[in-house]
């Protein structure tokens, strides 16, 4: 035997086992903490490694083997690194010890293994409690033995696993986990596994589970999958499940909680709160079903008090559930289907309680903000301080025994125009202390009158026996209630609200109104009157051809092109007396946010001009240019987009006196819009398309004075454009929603205030300057854009776009290179913003003087 026993060591260690050996006897040598160095075997012998006088901290790389291999009878701390392995013919590591006859003794243990423990009787035993971690990658198993793992008795005890766990004899007791003597924790992480050929986990009477949470697989062969004889909290999220038994079972007499959001398998019972030997006084057990819950089995109660819980949402078979005393609702939306019963009682606390099959009570409860419904049968008296919801879409729920509506509480019903309505069947009395009948009709065309049996009862009714009202999701519809000894009706009439009075923005009153002048028996007139609110104004909004008034505010803010373009040439020029050939090339994209009356609006747009000037005098030039671009656009909430193409033919001008210049124009644009929309909502759908000329005529002047120094130049300005634009008469091209038009005409003046600057440089041998440009934008006059429209044969309702910006800041950046002796090149950004538009282009522009 090769030992090396050192006080100080780079682990460390009290004793470095540095060579394979034997035997390693801690008790003789001094210390406390040992290390196994990798590669280093010890064993076969029995045991391999022993400690009997005190507790030793043992860290293992190598690999241990023998009979009981590692026996430490006082406790203390095992490490199993990646790679370390400790196999024994009988128990591979026992932490304390057990005399013959008298009770388990000596100290607790800590393992803690990355490698692999396998053992013939028991992989790991801890006779006093303790905590075993075997962590990813690590694996405990006996293969003829009992137990994988034991953990009995002691101050506590814990297991943590997220590696794999395993017993495999295939007959007799063959447990993965045992745990017993006292409360105790359990964890299995979403990695662990853990078998056992009879249990996957047995906890025994006295090892109540204080925390049991499983998110791996606990799985067993031929016994229940866990048996927690104990009882206490159990958590699960991963896979509990037993091919011949039960997948969680408990004693009758231990109270147990089962927390569920995985899945429970057994061989007839999922969950079995009684076994053999329970006694005949039963503790209380419950069962809470969690969203993902799956159970492959019966849940079967005991003689004590069973509840079952559902939170979150999911659905289940009442089928399942034998020998329970109490139902309850905490969740959201639970499905019940199958036939069973609560003894007790059933209560929906929270959410809604949907019984596709038929659920047995004595009393059914439905809490204020809860609600009950389905297409199914209640056996017993229900009390509905909440909401009855008959049906899953339209249809019947039954209810053998009385009913109770309290005041406050609300009967749903949904009705459709084929004269079908939720139904409330009563083979006993109904009490009708109050409450709310709310309508929800489907879409759909309906009878001026239509009559529907909403509550039937063959006993008849009590208390005031009739509703508070009633309220309907139909704009238009108005629902009223009549009586008889056995029967509740409902009629839904046209109301006399005008559609209107029901837009929420000006654009929905104005298309109301048009869909008011259209009356009954107009397929537009007839589908909205079967919308509720919301999709009645959602309608409108569809209906209202807003995107024709939107584009005339994109043509009045896309003026401005034609209009820098002629300044930015006479700028450019300056006091020269050269005649100038040139021209300008733009794109441009922008964004109009909606004014919470019409909808936003995208833009692109491209186009080039070209022009031609000469100075006429010292101080003055003149020119005129021409051009052409095409703008796209759309507004997506409406359905709607469209283009226009312009012609452009502008004059211009400039003078120069010294620093002061005074620039200004005219242009005329010839342009031909084309748009497309569709309109669909229950009921009625159309697709409408235009194509209609329009025109877009300005004027416009700026003027400045500059200030020089050096070869920089600063220059406030201030500027002036008077914009309109109109378009022909148009009738769209379409169905029962298509629009007619006499035109449009609106008109804006722009002031501009702002400082321009410029500066000359040498860029690599060539003649360049940058210039710049900040300000701000107002504008006066329509700023919304407005245009009439009609329904064919109907007077015209004036709808508005969306609008330009009020007031903006404005940002120019450019950089000018001379190109040749008689040419330059201009490359140049603009940016438009504020009052929810953005606005951005880019300009490329040559000039060729001669």
Known sequence: MALAAICVSARAADVEITANTGAVNLDTFAG???????????????PAISATLQAWTLTNEGAVTGGNTVKLDKGGAFLNANGATVTGSLTALTFGYKPFGLPPAGGPGTLDNYGTIAGGVEGVTMWLGGTVNNYAGGTITTATGLNAVSIGQGTSRTLFNSGAIKATK??????????????????????GVIYGDYNGVYAS?????????????????RGPAVEATGGGAIVNSGII???????????????????????????????AFTSAGGGTVGATHTVRLQTGSVLNGNVLGGTGTDNLILEGAGSETIAKFKNFETLALQGTDWELTGTGGFSTSAAVQTGLLRVNGTLTSPTVTVSTGAGLGGTGTIIGAVTNNGTIAAGNSIGTLSVTGSVVFNSGSALQVEVNPGGQADLVAITGTATINGGTVQVLAAGGTYLPSTVYTIVSTTAGFTGPAT????????????PTLTYDANNVYLTLERNSIDLNAIGGTPNQRAAGAGVQALGGGNAIFDAVLMLDVPGARAAFDQLSGEIHASAAGLRLDDSRFVREAALDRVRQAGGSGVPGLWGQVHGAFSSRDSDANAADVDAHSGGFFAGIDAAVANTIRLGVLTGYDRSTFDADDRASSGSADSIHLAAYGAGQWGDFSLHGGAAYAWQTIETDRSVAFPGFSDRLSAKYDGHTGQVFGEAGYAFHRGGTTIEPTAALAYVDTGS??????????????????????????????????????????????????????????????????????????????????LIELGLDLQAGVASRLGLSYAGQFGGGTTSQAFKAGLLVSF
């Open 241 to 271: 499940a037993s091919t011949n038994a039960s997948g969680i079972l408990t004693r009758n007499t231990a109270a147990a909680e089962v927390i569920n959001s995985g899945t429970i398998t057994g061989a007839v019972n999922a969950i």
């Open 467 to 478: 509703f508070s009202g009633v309220t309907s999701n139909f704009a238009f519809l108005a």
């Open 205 to 221: 009477a006295s090892a109540v589970f204080t925390s049991f949470g499983n998110a791996g697989s606990v799985t067993s062969s």
């Open 728 to 809: 022909d008469a148009f009738s769209e091209d379409g169905g029962a929603a298509a629009l007619s038009s006499d035109g449009l005409d609106n008109s804006v003046t722009f002031s501009t205030l702002g400082l321009r600057g410029s500066t000359a440089f040498d860029l690599g041998g060539v003649a360049a300057s940058a210039r710049g440009f900040v300000g701000w934008r107002h504008a006066f006059g329509d700023s919304t854009p407005t245009i009439g429209v009609a329904f064919a044969g109907q007077d015209p309702f004036t709808i508005a776009g969306t609008p330009i910006a009020r007031d903006a800041a």
């Open 32 to 46: 406390t903490t040992a290390h196994m160095n990798p590669g280093v075997t010890v064993g076969p012998s029995n």
């Open 170 to 191: 295939t007959t007799g007791f063959s447990t993965g986990v045992l745990m017993q003597g006292g409360p105790s924790t359990f964890t299995n992480t979403g990695t």
